[in-house]
């Protein structure tokens, strides 16, 4: 309990920046795993939080840490060329009643577990989820709770 306190505390002391640069916003507990230009999300990211600007929506940090769109990182045509068909190629495989996202719940619902106990911030790059209202079913993929 004394431990949640200090932390409660220490959490007070962490004053917002007057402005984040363009294309970012302040986060009082964003992920550790930011996008960056030219590089693939890891597989898992640490529970830690990030305090700090972190890039908008739509947008990933470059070698001198501004946030710009992903389309405008420096890369070869050939390199650009070969994420996004590999991009199309993992939505196309999602199934009925899902959808491909880039950054996916850890704690996706499911026919066995429905709600999450606790949930981490962690993103699951690249995966198809279920849509709203939908279930993973281990077999059936993404299912209403009453075909659970």
Do not use: W
Request: charged letters at 25%; proline letters at 7%.
């Amino acid at each position: 309990l004394t431990t949640f306190l200090i932390c409660t505390e220490a959490s007070r002391l962490i004053r917002t920046p007057r402005s984040c640069p363009a294309h970012s916003h302040f986060e009082s507990c964003g992920s550790m795993c930011r996008e960056r230009c030219n590089e693939e999300l890891p597989l898992a990211c640490p529970l830690a939080c990030y305090v700090g600007c972190v890039c908008d929506e739509g947008y990933v940090m470059d070698k001198n840490d501004n946030c710009v769109k992903r389309e405008d990182c420096p890369a070869p045509r050939a390199a650009k060329a070969v994420r996004y068909l590999s991009r199309v190629r993992r939505q196309a495989r999602c199934g009925p009643n899902e959808h491909y996202t880039t950054c996916g719940t850890a704690c996706e619902p499911t026919c066995g577990k429905p709600l999450a106990d606790l949930c981490t911030m962690e993103c699951v790059p690249d995966v198809c989820q279920c849509n709203p209202g939908f279930f993973r079913h281990a077999t059936k993929g993404c299912v209403r709770q009453s075909q659970c």
